[in-house]
Structure formats: C-alpha cells, structure tokens
C-alpha cells in the first residue's frame, strides 16, 4: 500500500516574505468597487466637522468604507463590525490594519455622518449617471415601512390624550366655578373648558388662591384648588407637550418621538399589530436606488410631491416619466405632475377592477351613466335623469380642496329595476368629482398604451425587488438609530451599499459578456445588450 502524504498544516509557519493583504484580495471582489468609488467622493463638507488639535483620528474615508462594506454584508452592529476588523480579511484591507472600537464607529455613524450623508449619496448616484448605469430620466417609485429601534410598548394616543385632556379640563372649569361662586368673584365670559390652555388654568387658579389669602372658604373647596394647582395643571401641560410632538401624527413612541406607530407587514402574532417605525420612500431605475427619503406618514399618497422636490433638489433636474403603483393616485398628485409636464404612469384605486368585463358592462355604475356636459345632467338606464343640486368641497388630509358635484334623481319610485340601481330608502344621490375624473382618463390612456404596459410590468421588479433585495436579503427590517435622522443615515447607508453592490455585479457581469464576446465574436457596445444576444450567450 502506497503512502499517504499529508500538506503540512503548522500554525506556527514563518515566511521569509510574508504576503501583504493587497495579495489576498481578488482583483474583482465587491470590496475593491466601494473603495474604488468612495475614494473618488468629495468629503470636504464631511472634514468640516473635525476640529484640528489633539490626538490623530481615523480618516473619515476609511470609516465610510467599513460601515458602507458593513451595511453590504448585512452586518448592521457596530460590536460586529469592530469584531469583523480584527478577523475579516476584506475589512482589515480597507481599514489598513487600523481597529477603531465600537464606540467610535457608532459616534461616526450617528454624529459626523448626520449633516453629510445625504450629500455623499448624490455623488454616489451622480458617479453612476456618469458611468451610464442611471440616466435619471424616469423613476419607480414605491415605499416600505421599517421599525424604529425604540419601544414598542410605550406609546402615545392622539385619540386618548384629548379625550383625557377635555375630561381634565371640564372637571378642573367645575372646581374653580365653585370656588368663584364661594369667593363671590366676578364670573369672566370665556370659551369652552376643551378651547382653554393649561396656562389659561394657572393663572384663572392663582387668581383664586389670592382672593382665597383673604377670605374664608369651605376646607373641601380649598382643598380641590390646591389639588389643581398641583396636580391639574401640571397633566394638562403634559397634554399639551404630547400633541406638541405628534404635530400632525395620530401617535408616537416615548422612546422615539420622532417614530410613528404604523401597521408593518412583519406581523408575527398576525394580529395586526401596530409598530412605531418610518415610511421609506426610493426611486429606482435599473435597480439602482436614485433617490431616498424618510417620512412619518403611515400612507404613500401623500408623500409623492415632497419626494418628487427632493428629487430635484438633490440632482438639480426632475425625471420626465413617473411610475407608480395606485397608493399614490390622487387628485392632487395627478395635478402636480401633469402641470409639472412629467407623464405620469401612476395607477389609482379602482383601476384594475374597472377594466373586467363584469364592471364595464353594469350600466347602472355611476361612472357608465351617460353625462350630458351641456346640461350637467345624467341619464339613468331607465331614462331617469339626475340634476345637478349642490356644489361640495372636500378638504383631504393635506388641505387640498376638491369640489364634488352632487347628483340626485327626480322619481326613484316605481322603478321596476330600482333594487339593481342602489339601496337608498329616496331617490339615488350620486357625487362626482369631474376634475379627478378627467386625470382618470388621461392616467387611463397612457397605462394603456404601449409604453404604460412596458412600465407597468418592468414596477414589480424595480423598486419591490429592491425592497425585497434589502429587508429579506439584507435582513434590515429594524433600525439601530433613533429620531427621523438616525433612519436617513442608516438607510442612506443600505441604498449606498446596495447601489454598490449592484455595480459591482454589473461590472462583473459586463467583464463576462465582453470576453464571450472575444470567444463568440458578438457586437457589444454601449453596455447594452438585446435579448437574442443574451439568450445565444447563455446557449
């Protein structure tokens, strides 16, 4: 029997040349591209933010690495990260051997980076349009919710503070109306207890304890106005902090005022269950995220225009084409956008199911009634007419002012077909909204046409598969960082990394094409590449 020979495994090997870290690096792996580009990024307003003197400091490019290598490798810990800095070949290469703690990467990523990340990102975009993988002229829009990092528990009811809050204030307006009619004091006109501040409070109640200093009053009736003073008006105050930070929300976390309790798809207890957390919007094109932003809205409808302008501030330019899926039709988006000259491909609710044959062909639909323009006037199946009685106005959430016109007919009794026309126990009242009706029409041709089903059909795997690629690939459901900022960075940090990682693979799959090319002897140019080509390659 032949011999085995075994290689020698001896931990305690000394090289005479020992091989550097450049060495062990490949020359395509995904770590050479984020030093390659951040190496290329402008940090001078990032510099800003150091102050000279004292002891070195670690460069600010070489922390953006780590952290941007982090986020792309899913580790979000900044223990992990300090952990990888010591043990992970990729890391210690862009770090040059160097090992800040933890500490120190987690004050950068929430101190230096605060006011200076959103302006690295747009290089990083604007590194890809130049390179051609963006061209910024068209933008998938689509937002996800993501959980804050602070306490879910500990939450804040806009509903339960005011009703609090006016039951608070209608007890207390009783209190100190007895001891004004005990004190015979002059009673003051005022408004409704619920109208009153806690200010106008205290200063109603040291009115009365200073007619109180010189006057006998009952114990129990003194003893109710220094409870107020004491206890009243400090919870009113409290009230009034409360509604102060939600502003416009319907509720907050303790642990992050600026988290906003939101309904996630990630519901565990499938009780649907609400969570603090933040509204992410993105634009994407080619799968590249060209735009970000973070908001305390539950909803998308409304976060449309805001993030359309943060588009043009942040590249100096809108995009001329919108795609978007029906969250965002409205009427007011619909009139930005079309004064604005971008074609909107963006959906709205009842789009799809006005397309089946079974909605198209019930006449009794209030929007397949015949409308006489001139006479402002519809036409029933039954020959039934519905005047016009009434202008209303209808003020969304935002403060955007619709007028709907109200519709009812003249003679509903009787109808043999009344019981397939509508329920109402009077004639059929029907509110219509002409202006949105109009959007709904031109919105209706171009998703129809030829380039709306192209775009319609290329949505799903744009900004979903990107959101799929970061929340289930990336495992980045729950943020570290608190306050709306903290959220900014931390998925400034996920987008740069995904962008990143998406040229990384896009360069390597173009290094693949042009050498099939050399061996198959294709036309390849421009970067692009037909189906046929693609399809013969992969033959």
């Not at 450049?22 to 951040?38: A, M």
């Not at 106005?225 to 004491?230: D, G, M, Q, R, T």
């Not at 199946?381 to 619709?402: C, N, T, W």
């Not at 209706?444 to 289930?472: C, M, Q, W």
């Amino acid at each position: 029997m032949a011999k085995i020979a075994f290689k020698s495994d001896n931990h305690g090997q000394f090289q005479l040349l020992p091989p550097s870290l450049d060495e062990l690096i490949p020359s395509t792996h995904v770590v050479r591209v984020v030093s390659s580009i951040i190496d290329r990024l402008d940090l001078s307003g990032l510099l800003t933010s150091y102050k000279g003197g004292g002891n070195s400091c670690f460069h600010p490019r070489m922390m953006l690495k780590i952290l941007v290598y982090a986020y792309l490798n899913n580790i979000y810990s900044s223990r992990k990260i300090e952990r990888q800095l010591s043990e992970n070949i990729p890391f210690m290469w862009l770090s040059g051997w160097l090992q800040p703690d933890f500490r120190t990467i987690n004050y950068f990523r929430g101190k230096r980076l605060k006011d200076h990340f959103d302006a690295l990102f747009t290089q990083v975009v604007e590194l890809l349009h130049s390179e051609g993988f963006v061209s910024l002229e068209v933008q998938y829009i689509d937002g996800t919710k993501i959980e804050s990092a602070s306490n879910k528990y500990r939450f804040v009811w806009r509903g339960s503070v005011e009703k609090y809050d006016a039951r608070l204030k209608d007890k207390t307006h009783r209190i100190l109306r007895q001891a004004e009619e005990a004190l015979k004091m002059e009673r003051e006109e005022c408004d409704t207890p619920e109208k009153l501040s806690a200010e106008d409070f205290q200063q109603r109640t040291e009115r009365i304890k200073e007619r109180m200093a010189t006057r006998e009053v009952p114990k129990k009736v003194k003893k109710a106005v220094e409870k107020v003073e004491k206890e009243s008006v400090s919870k009113m105050k409290e009230y009034e902090r409360h509604l102060g930070i939600m502003g416009e929300r319907n509720s907050y976390s303790k642990t992050d005022s600026d988290a906003t309790f939101m309904r996630m798809k990630e519901d565990a207890m499938l009780n649907g269950q609400l969570k603090p957390g933040y509204n992410i919007q993105i634009a994407t094109e080619n799968q590249f995220i060209t735009n970000y932003a973070v908001y305390q809205r539950p909803t998308d409808t409304l976060t449309l225009i805001p993030f359309m302008e943060s588009f043009e501030k942040r590249h100096a330019k809108q995009s001329g084409i919108i795609v978007a899926d029906a969250g965002y039709g409205s009427e007011q988006n619909y009139e930005y956008l079309f004064t604005k000259g971008i074609i909107p491909y963006v959906k709205y609710n009842m789009f799809h199911k006005e397309q089946k044959k079974k909605n198209k062909t019930n006449a009794f639909l209030s929007q397949n009634l015949f409308y006489n323009p001139q006479g402002n006037y519809y036409v029933c199946p039954m020959g039934q007419l519905l005047h016009f009685i009434r202008q209303e106005k209808q003020v969304s959430d935002a403060g955007y002012v619709s007028q709907i016109s109200v519709y009812r007919a003249t003679r509903c009794k009787g109808c043999p077909v009344r019981n397939r026309c509508h329920k109402a126990k009077g004639e059929r009242v029907i509110k219509v909204n002409h202006t949105l009706n109009a959007y709904k029409e031109k919105i209706r041709t171009l998703l129809n046409s030829e380039e709306g089903i192209y775009h319609r059909g290329k949505r799903p795997v744009e900004p979903e598969a990107v959101f799929g690629d970061i929340k289930e690939g990336g495992k980045f459901r729950r943020l570290r960082l608190k306050g709306i900022t903290g959220a900014g960075i931390e998925f400034g940090l996920k987008a740069m990394a995904h962008n990143l990682k998406k040229m990384a693979a896009t360069s390597a799959l173009h290094y693949w094409l042009i050498t099939l090319s050399k061996i198959y002897r294709l036309n390849i140019s421009n970067n692009r590449y037909t189906k046929d080509q693609l399809g013969d390659m992969a033959a």
